[in-house]
């Protein structure tokens, strides 16, 4: 008999639905929602609220395009956490809810297992152990991968995600949210050794990007008082060169994390990890250090469901299902999993 997967995403801006049928992603359809541009970041409450005109919606494109019905599914797998509460109450109740009419197991899925996992939707897939750079816009970690369930977080930021400072630097540069992927855009035409950013100096494995915003916004606010243009008449080279060093010091670290660990697999995931300079970047160390690197597709970067769907099916295989007790957990780690 086949085990066919439904899988949920509503963790903050995207609603999105996948079917997963023995292990083969079918398709991963995705809402997203433009509202949060004009205010600047995601807006919870209204996050919520456009989850609940989606839901449904997204649900059913993913059942018809694979040509699916309710009464086909093995079982359904959901994003638990983290991220914001009223937005995975959303999918979660409905996929609880679903789980219980149709009486199949539901599975509890965390999000940033999950980003990393999306490298099983395609082929070649990692091998256990690997290293995983997890970049998001709300988490930077390196994870120790073991195996589907088991993984370590090695390091992880002190502050700002990643993410966070790509798209705060965009917003100081004008650009509406989320404004990292501006950012990549106007860094491939500048030059990156034009303006000196400083880079944190942090302990072990750790990250943080606070100290780098706070240097862009002094950087422009002493440029701007000499030049009112001065953002418009340089803006690729400033993109590219605060790119250079939010990558470098993720780089840093990953050839640390490297090096410490003695793991050559080495994988990116998260919404950053369809920066094109990231991407450029690790293969280029990925050869100086003899690494094999994993980067996944363009569309299981950023939120989606088929990273939902995936994790879904391998949990599947190993009998782990969630209660309908269970509620979701906005501030889900790898560590209060259960
Ligand atoms: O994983 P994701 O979709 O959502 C979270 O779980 O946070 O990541 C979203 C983050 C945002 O900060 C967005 O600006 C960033 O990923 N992002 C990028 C690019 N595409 C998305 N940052 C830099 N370059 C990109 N091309
Ligand atoms: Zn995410």
């Known amino acids: 008999m086949k085990t066919i997967l439904l899988g949920i995403e509503s963790s903050c801006d995207e609603t999105s639905a996948s079917i997963c049928i023995d292990g083969k992603v079918m398709n991963n359809i995705i809402a997203t929602q433009s509202i949060h541009k004009e205010y ?14 989606n839901i449904i919606l997204v649900v059913d494109s993913a059942l018809k395009g694979a040509q699916i019905k309710l009464s086909d599914l093995s079982a359904i797998a959901v994003t638990q956490g983290p991220g914001l509460l009223g937005a995975l109450m959303v999918g979660y109740s409905y996929a609880k809810s679903l ?26 897939a990692p091998i256990f152990p690997f290293l995983c750079l997890t970049v998001s816009g709300g988490h930077t970690q390196i994870v120790k991968v073991d195996s589907a369930i088991d993984m370590v977080v090695l390091g992880s930021t002190i502050d700002d995600a990643v993410g966070e400072a790509f798209d705060k630097g ?11 992927p501006q950012i990549d855009k106007y860094a491939a035409s500048g030059n990156p050794d034009r303006f000196p950013f400083s880079e944190s100096q942090i302990k072990d494995l750790n990250f943080s990007f606070s100290g ?45 994390a490297a090096g410490k660990t003695g793991i050559r697999q080495i994988a990116i995931a ?37 990273m939902v769907a995936i994790s879904g099916h391998l949990y599947f295989q190993n009998d782990s299902f969630g209660n309908l007790t ?12 259960k």
């Open 40 to 53: 600047g970041g995601v807006v919870p409450e209204l996050a919520s609220r456009a989850h609940q005109k």
């Open 99 to 124: 789980a219980f009419a149709l009486n199949i197991p539901f599975i509890n899925v965390n999000h940033m297992k999950a980003h990393i996992l999306a490298h099983f939707i395609e082929t070649p």
């Open 212 to 256: 780098i915003k706070t240097s862009l916004l002094y950087f422009l606010r002493d440029h701007l008082k000499k030049n009112p243009t001065f953002i418009e008449e340089n803006i690729e080279d400033i993109c590219a060169s605060y790119q250079k060093h939010l990558i470098s010091m993720l780089m840093k670290k990953l050839v640390s």
């Open 270 to 306: 998260g919404g950053v990890a369809a920066n094109k300079e990231l991407r450029k970047q690790l293969k280029l160390l990925s050869q100086k250090h003899n690494w094999t690197s994993y980067i996944p597709e363009f569309e299981y970067c950023t939120d989606n469901a088929a």
């Open 326 to 337: 269970d509620a979701p957990k906005p501030r889900m780690t790898f560590e209060n999993e």
């Open 170 to 180: 965009a917003k100081l540069l004008g650009f509406p949210y989320p404004g990292g």
